[in-house]
């Protein structure tokens, strides 16, 4: 079957720290991987997402490669701010049908 | 701006009242869900359609309810015997490899 598996938090950082957050996942087939962005109170925002092995999402500073084969999407990001924090989710899709991380908080410090 | 509209941003039920929540998207997208999200877990999915006019249940689909008579609109109805209806609702659209999320509806059983 899909499932995503993404490290549990909280994660704690000081401003400027480098950020990992570790994605592995499971499919069948070939699937597009995302990363999602949630701020307190609100919706989820697409991050980044990549369609096929090597590729490599990238936005606001934040990027992850799809490494078919380690089954990984990390999220990585040089210099994290105060307004990164929020909560991040891992996702795979290999149709119409979604199969998401249970979510990392990041709660960055000034 | 094409986008899902999800109103009220907080709704609050008396227990045994029956409520429902409004999804709207103007993104011509086939395919609409419903996710529940409870405080520091992911998201859990209660219902999905892939087509006018029909639907499928997700994981926790008991306790809930839903129609799809329009493309544009997929609400959904919490009935009285969800026994626990207290959490964050979020409502999403997708066509192949994308989602789109609404800023979801706040539930508080009173």
């Known amino acids: 079957g899909n499932s995503v598996t993404q490290m549990e938090g909280p994660v704690t950082l000081s401003e400027e720290a480098f950020l990992t957050i570790n994605c592995t996942y499971t499919?069948?087939?070939?699937?597009?991987l995302f990363w999602y962005v949630q701020y307190p109170g609100e919706g989820l925002q697409l991050l980044l997402k990549a369609t096929k092995a090597d590729d490599k999402g990238s936005n606001k500073g934040f990027e992850a490669t799809y490494r078919k084969e380690t089954t990984s999407f990390h999220l990585e990001k040089g210099s994290v701010q105060v307004s990164d924090s929020a909560v991040y989710f891992c996702a795979l899709s290999t149709g119409n049908q979604f199969y998401f991380g249970t979510g990392t908080s990041l709660t960055v410090i000034p | 701006d094409g986008g899902i509209t999800q109103s009220p941003k907080y709704l609050f039920r008396k227990e045994g009242q029956n409520v429902t929540l409004s999804c709207e998207q103007n993104l011509n997208h086939d395919a609409m869900y419903w996710y529940r999200q409870d405080p520091g877990q992911g998201l859990r999915l209660i219902y999905y359609?892939?087509?006018?006019?029909?639907?499928q249940k997700g994981d926790i689909a008991e306790g809930y309810s839903v129609s799809r008579e329009k493309k544009e609109s997929f609400p959904l109805t919490v009935t009285s015997a969800q026994k626990n209806p207290t959490a964050f609702y979020l409502c999403?659209?997708?066509?192949?490899?994308?989602?789109?999320f609404g800023s979801g509806t706040r539930l508080t059983v009173v």
């Open positions: 359609s892939q087509i006018v006019n029909d639907f």
């Open positions: 499919a069948t087939g070939y699937p597009s």
């Open positions: 999403a659209s997708s066509f192949f490899h994308g989602y789109t």
